[in-house]
DNA sequence: CTCACTCCAGCTTTCAACTC
DNA sequence: GAGTTGAAAGCTGGAGTGAG
């Protein structure tokens, strides 16, 4: 590389060369020595890479070094990138299954005590067009723990399915949630749609402790978001009251998500939640940042199968409670409602563990609907329903997906969302509103899969 | 020469398909 | 059944490029 590296001169090389040279002699020598802090220097040293360097070889991690070390020797360099491996054309995925839910009771230790009951109108104002059913499911998150999503009995109005939850409040107390709709905007103007929140709490709650969960329930529907501009644009949607994309009840839990989406395929995702909630947060609860903070990165790879994004959900855990020398990240600076996307944006991107599709994601999930998180599932989607040439790269589609969306100004993402979403449903026969995870969401393969089926070798 | 930007190789983990 | 291979995902950071 140095050498082929412009105007570098000789004695230039030379002097690169001793460096390299000095370090990796350094660099050895505390590996032997069992420091291990010259890691910092390493060229390229991921996160992944520099936990390694603390893990002890397990047999795993041994046979998979000696795989690499195995298929370098027999065909040197040649792996291919991911980036430029052609796409093929995906199929629908009918490997995946939905099943009705198992019946989704409230967990016997938030049955001790009297339910309250909670009407949604004391704490919004709802608009006529609600529909809990389509602001559950439309976006994929609701089938990742500790979301439980019943669908109405078949034949039933779609909207008279549930969501149940364990919400976090005061800090580290959990409230078990159950969500249900009264009235539809099909039975307006007599009975128009409401809330109804049945909650489950160890104790009594305070009023402060309702209005905390109930802040929670407001941000995951997205109640008060007015969605006439968009269905102005997209009158489809309209028709079936799509705009209000389901998100999480705090920033927190969407940007630990957003980490457990990449670089994996659904059923991962799906499973990593089920076993950060089980094991991590507290009585089956999305883990706060603090219980994050508990464990090491290396136990949190090894139980809740995060892999090399251990390093990163516990780096941002710090980065959230402004400790282990990291800058406190203030979430509600982004919530503000005069916050602009590209502010809210830049900081994201700084973040260690979130690139481009991460953070466009994240800022769709605040609000700015014109973030457009371009990923793969774009590419797939373009090729297949916009008849993009099967050879376009990545750039190429994307300035294409910018173009086409760019006539929804400023929803180009749920535009993109609502025909990438209507278009799953296609493929699967069934609307969303129908679908759930199985109760055990431990399995690893099968449901809520869009990823691409791999081709028989 | 510096800066800002783009490009892309390499990274890690998982799992289905394949081979022995 | 055990082991191996390859594909897939998005992020990181070094290399390359062009403008000033």
Redesign the pocket.
Known sequence: ??S????ASRPTIRLVALVVFLHSFINSAQIQRGLGASRIFL???????S??AKMKPTTK?L??T???S??LL??G????????????P?VPPK?ARFSRSQSQKVPRNFQEKKAIEIDGQNFWKIPKDFSLAQSVCSYGYFALAPNRWTPAPHGEDEDRGKLSRPFRYANEKVVWATIRQSGSRSSLPESPPNLHITLHAPHELAIHEIQEVMDGVGRMLRVQMCVKGFHEVCPEAKDRGFGRTFRSPCLWEDMVK??T?????W??TV?MNHLLCTHVGKNGAFPTPKEVLKHKAQWL?ENC?????AE?IRRLAACVEGIEGMEKLDLQWFEASDRKREEAFERI?K?????????H?VCQLLGYHESFPF???T??HFKEHHKASSKA?F?DIEKLARKHYSTFAPYQFLAYWFELWTAYEKRRGSTSTRWTVRGNQTE???FFDV???????
């Open positions: 590389c140095l082929t590296r412009r105007g060229r390229g040293a991921s996160d992944m890479s936990t390694h991690s046979r998979v000696l795989r690499r195995k298929r027999t065909h360099s040649k792996r291919k990138s991911s980036g430029n491996t052609p796409l093929k995906q490997h957003t980490i989406n990449c670089n994996m395929k059923s991962g499973r790879q199968k995060l892999g090399y994004r990163r991107i973040l260690y563990g979130f690139g481009k599709f991460a953070a994601n990923d793969s599932e590419v797939r790269k750039t690893s393969s099968g990823s691409k089926p791999r081709s028989k070798r």
